[in-house]
């Protein structure tokens, strides 16, 4: 699968180019209100079965107190301006770094209202690690890619969802985005930037990736803390330590010579979404919204651990989908001090 070269340091953009089959790409809306009392993402997206007889454009809403939505829309109802990269409309509605626009509605639901944000704070882009995915973006043919496209901004503006008017002003936001073929067999996504200390934002995610003939179990995280991204992956020389997960929490340790990270992942009432699967959205993700993430963030000295920040994160966004414990299983006792 070819992606247009120039849009690989734009993650942000349209990846798919002319791609019309086997593909699938979302971009992904968390806001969280002022009070941290109610959350509401939005999924945009596009969708071509295997065989590309069968596409469609998409809008997800989910909401953490709820049911999660699918609004379906023939392909030709989605764009992206080939002016802006970072804007796209499916159906009358449209999403860009600056806000979003809803016009949804079908038989069964409604969703309108408008959002404005403030500046992004994205994932570093760098001309050999243009993104999250480091030098793995440059690989081609790979099951999913990912980006992080605002690890936290603020949020005004409201929704009304089924005629209840929800307020967004004061509140923070998040984006990131996924394009490729399907999503892993099993993986684990936790994402909350509503910490008492504010700008403060973590993401991680652990995946078993297919390589080649066979795979590896992959992790990438990042805690924006301070005005400083604290970067762990694969590609950075970081490992998973422990890995502990049940039907709605994990316990994991990453880190490498110099720092490392600890996280306790609670996830809250689960919602269905729907999820790619050969580029069909045919499969199911069951995601969290208004969970909890504890967080140690350590450096190490001399091969001493200190402490940089400990705290917990609110409002969470949580997925655990370690079918069969393919990410494995190494326990973590009580971890550090």
């Given amino acids: 699968m070819a992606f247009p070269l120039g849009k ?168 990131e985005k996924d394009w490729g073929r399907s999503f892993p067999s099993s993986w684990i996504w936790a994402q909350s930037n509503n910490f008492d200390t504010p700008a403060t934002s973590i993401m991680l995610s652990v995946a078993k990736i297919p390589w080649m003939t066979g795979s590896f179990i992959g992790s990438i995280a990042g805690v924006l803390h301070d005005g400083r991204l604290h970067r762990f992956a694969t590609y950075t020389g970081s490992r998973i330590r422990c890995i502990e997960t049940g039907a709605n929490g994990a316990h994991l340790i990453v880190g490498d010579r110099r720092q490392e990270l600890e996280v306790h992942v609670t996830g809250h009432d689960t919602l269905i979404l729907k999820s790619p699967v050969l580029g069909a959205m045919d499969g199911h993700d069951a995601e969290s919204l208004g969970g909890t993430i504890d967080v140690t963030l350590r450096s190490i000295r001399g091969g001493r651990p200190e402490v940089l920040f400990r705290g917990t994160g609110r409002q969470a966004g949580v997925e655990i989908m370690n079918h069969n414990d393919e990410l494995g299983r190494v326990l973590c006792g009580q971890g550090r001090s």
Avoid: N
Avoid at 121 to 126: F, G, L
């Fill in 8 to 175: 690989i340091w734009t993650p942000a953009a349209y990846q798919g180019g002319q791609v019309t089959k086997r593909y699938f790409e979302g971009w992904y809306y968390k806001q969280v209100d002022a009070s941290a009392s109610r959350v509401v993402s939005l999924i945009p997206g596009i969708s071509y079965s295997p065989d590309g007889a069968l596409k469609h454009a998409f809008v997800q809403v989910v909401p953490s107190d709820g049911e999660a939505h699918y609004f379906s829309f023939p392909a030709e109802e989605f764009g992206a301006d080939p002016d802006d990269p970072f804007t796209i409309h499916v159906g009358g509605s449209s999403f860009s770094r600056e806000g979003v626009t809803l016009a949804l509605s079908d038989d069964e639901r409604s969703v309108s209202g408008e959002l404005r944000f403030g500046p992004w704070r994205p994932w570093p882009v760098k001309p050999l690690s243009p993104g999250i995915m480091g030098p793995f973006r440059f690989v081609p043919g790979m099951e999913t890619y990912h980006g992080v496209l605002s690890m936290d901004h603020a949020v005004s503006g409201y929704l009304i969802i089924d005629g209840e008017r929800i307020d967004f002003d004061g509140g923070r936001g998040y984006t």
